[in-house]
């Protein structure tokens, strides 16, 4: 079935760095566009990032740019976000969501089930 | 801070209607998507476009959209629908993506 599992995540010390993972399987992932969305505990939805489905196109969220870097291998049906210099307001479960979108819209139609992420010395 | 703005919690009567909002500039341009989440669980889309469900969703799910606002509306609310809702949609620009702050609904 259509599925998106994240990996990576962990406790980490502030400054220091992790790469997410995130495996597709049952679509033809490389017709998609994906995305990085986190969520803080007891928080809303931050979008982080999303790239297009052949890696052209890729935009970040302020809280991301020049410390995240999204990325794709779509030989591999795999999705990365690579942290850097990550900060305790970086501690969140961290979802791969697949992205249906038009000109119009951009939803987000498949998710992960997240992988948390705590950055705490 | 959200561009998107949501009341942070409804509550609403077993079998009665809700309606939950969802303002912001970027609404008068794009149309927002809405997503379910459960404690404990990922979100779930309900809405996306200009009022389309994925498949699985129930008809009791609908959305419009007037002006800057975009609206969520539930007819029939039953139990299984006591969740978080939030809603999305392009910013201004149209490269990047907002969410709102979520709305807590509660059924009595």
């Known amino acids: 079935q259509v599925q998106l599992v994240e990996s990576g995540g962990g406790l980490v010390k502030p400054g220091g760095s992790l790469r997410l993972s995130c495996a597709a399987s049952g679509f033809n992932f490389g017709d998609f566009y994906v995305s990085w969305v986190r969520q803080a505990p007891g928080k809303g939805l931050e979008w982080l990032a999303y790239?297009?489905?052949?890696?052209?196109?890729?935009y970040y969220a302020d809280s991301a740019k020049g410390r995240f870097t999204i990325s794709r291998d779509n030989a591999q049906m795999s999705l990365y976000l690579e942290m850097n210099f990550l900060r305790a307001d970086d501690s969140a479960i961290y979802y791969c969501?697949?992205?249906?979108?038009?000109?119009?819209?951009?939803?987000?139609?498949?998710w992960g089930q997240g992988t948390t992420v705590t950055v705490s010395s | 801070s959200s561009d998107l703005t949501q009341d942070p919690a409804v509550s609403v009567a077993l079998g009665q209607t809700v309606r939950i909002t969802c303002q912001g500039d970027s609404l008068r341009s794009y149309y927002a998507s809405w997503f379910q989440q459960k404690p404990g669980q990922a979100p779930l889309l309900v809405i996306y476009?200009?009022?389309a469900r994925p498949s699985g969703i129930p008809d009791r799910f609908s959305g419009s959209t007037s002006g800057n606002t975009a609206s969520l509306t539930i007819t029939g609310v039953q139990a299984e629908d006591e969740a978080a809702y939030l809603c999305?949609?392009?910013?201004?620009?149209?490269?990047?993506?907002?969410f709102g702050g979520g709305t807590k609904l509660t059924v009595l």
């Open positions: 999305n949609s392009r910013d201004s620009s149209g490269n990047l993506v907002v």
């Open positions: 476009g200009k009022n």
């Open positions: 790239i297009s489905g052949g890696g052209t196109t890729i």
């Open positions: 969501a697949r992205s249906t979108t038009s000109y119009y819209y951009y939803a987000m139609d498949v």
